[in-house]
Nanobody, 117 residues
Framework: QVQLVESGGGLVQPGGSLRLSCTASGIAFSAFAVYAMAWYRQTPGKERELVAT???????DYSDSVKGRFTISRDTPKKTVYLQMNSLKPEDTAGYYCNRAAGNLPWGQGTQVTVSS
């Protein structure tokens, strides 16, 4: 079955950087190649927030809260999506998840990012 596995989270000081990865399995390359993909984040008690999207044509879009600091990219042959996070702030603390931009694949376990001094 389809599985999304996120990694790369951790504890980082304000102003620091992290690079998240998300690899898909159980999906044919031909299918993944036509998926617009996205990163989401969620904190306890709040709804999941769309952070960044990347289209099949490599067009990108970002929420205002991360624009200029985060960069989404993809390696389609590896069925992997990345999120480079720079200039991290305490308010970026959350569980980070990837999915299709439509959000209709089974959700993975996510990777926790904690920004704290």
């Amino acid at each position: 079955q389809v599985q999304l596995v996120e990694s790369g989270g951790g504890l980082v000081q304000p102003g620091g950087s992290l690079r998240l990865s998300c690899t898909a399995s159980g999906i044919a390359f031909s299918a993944f190649a036509v998926y617009a993909m996205a990163w989401y984040r969620q904190t306890p008690g709040k709804e999941r927030e769309l952070v960044a999207t990347i289209s099949i044509g490599l067009g990108t879009d970002y929420s205002d809260s991360v624009k200029g600091r985060f960069t989404i990219s993809r390696d389609t042959p590896k069925k992997t999506v990345y999120l480079q996070m720079n200039s991290l702030k305490p308010e970026d603390t959350a569980g980070y998840y990837c999915n299709r931009a439509a959000g209709n694949l089974p959700w993975g376990q996510g990777t926790q990012v904690t920004v704290s001094s």
